[in-house]
C-alpha cells in the first residue's frame, strides 16, 4: 500500500495510536537505534512513503531551546570508535556523519543511552537536543532516497533528573506536534 507518508515514534506514550485520522499510519518503534531502523525499514516496504515524520520526546542541551523543535540536522553521539575514526563518525563508512532534512533548525544528537548529564562534546558541537531513535531513522530513509522530518518534544533537562521528568512530561508535546502536523498537511 502506498501512502504519501508515514508518521514513526517510539511510544504510544508519547502519540496516541487514536490521535491522527486512519489515512495517515502510526508506528511505533520503540526505544533505541535498532529498532528505529527496523521500524523504518518496515514502513517503507509496507507503505513506499514519499515523507517520513518523527515525533518523539528527547532532552534539552541548549537552555535557549523549548517545547516543540523541529530538527535540521541529526548525528550519533555514541558512536565512540576512537583511535579508529573520531567520536560521532562510523570508521571504514562512506556512509555522512550527519544527516539534513529539508527544514527545521536546530540540531539532534542521537544514541542509546539516556543523557544525565553535561557532555562537552554536545556542546562543541552545537547540539541543541539528544533523542535515541532520530539517527537511525533518518539513516533507513536516505538509505532509500526518502526525505523525513523530525518533530522533537523538550520533555527534559537531560541532567540527573532526566528520568522522572520524561515520565512526567512524555505525552505532553502531542497536542503542539498534532498542530503542527495538521498546518503540513
Same mark, same amino acid.
Given at each position: 500500500? =502506498? ?9 504510544? @506514550? ?5 490521535? &491522527? ?10 526505544? *533505541?537505534?535498532?529498532? +528505529? %531502523?527496523?521500524?523504518?525499514?518496515? +514502513?517503507?516496504?509496507?507503505?513506499? #512513503? +514519499? &515523507? ?5 520526546? !528527547?532532552?534539552?542541551?541548549? #537552555? ?7 530538527? =535540521?540536522?541529526?548525528?550519533? @553521539? ?6 579508529? /575514526? #573520531? ?8 556512509? #555522512?556523519?550527519? &544527516? ?8 539532534? %544528537? ?27 531513522? /533518518? ?5 532509500? *532516497? ?11 533537562? +537531560?541532567?540527573? !533528573? ?10 505532553? *508535546?502531542?497536542? &503542539? ?9
Amino acid at each position: 500500500m =502506498k501512502t504519501p507518508l508515514v508518521i514513526i515514534t517510539a511510544l504510544e @506514550r508519547e502519540l496516541a495510536p487514536t490521535a &491522527l485520522s486512519s489515512h495517515i499510519p502510526i508506528l511505533y518503534s520503540g526505544i *533505541g537505534k535498532i529498532n +528505529a %531502523a527496523l521500524a523504518t525499514f518496515k +514502513a517503507i516496504q509496507q507503505y513506499q #512513503p +514519499a &515523507l517520513i515524520i518523527n515525533f518523539g520526546t !528527547a532532552g534539552k542541551i541548549n #537552555p535557549k531551546c523549548f517545547g516543540l523543535l523541529e530538527v =535540521k540536522k541529526v548525528i550519533q @553521539r555514541d558512536m565512540m570508535a576512537e583511535p579508529l /575514526a #573520531p567520536r560521532g563518525t562510523v570508521p571504514f563508512s562512506d556512509k #555522512p556523519n550527519a &544527516l539534513y532534512s529539508l527544514y527545521g533548525d536546530c540540531v539532534c %544528537a542521537t544514541g542509546d543511552s539516556f543523557v544525565t548529564g553535561r557532555d562537552d562534546w554536545l556542546i562543541y558541537n552545537q547540539v541543541d537536543v539528544v533523542d535515541m531513535e532520530l539517527y537511525a531513522i /533518518a539513516s533507513v530513509a536516505d538509505e532509500f *532516497g526518502i526525505h523525513w522530518r523530525s518533530f522533537k518534544y523538550l520533555s527534559d533537562e +537531560a541532567n540527573e !533528573a532526566s528520568g522522572k521528568e520524561w515520565a512526567d512530561k512524555a505525552s505532553y *508535546g502531542e497536542t &503542539l506536534f498534532l498542530e503542527r502536523l495538521s498546518a503540513l498537511i
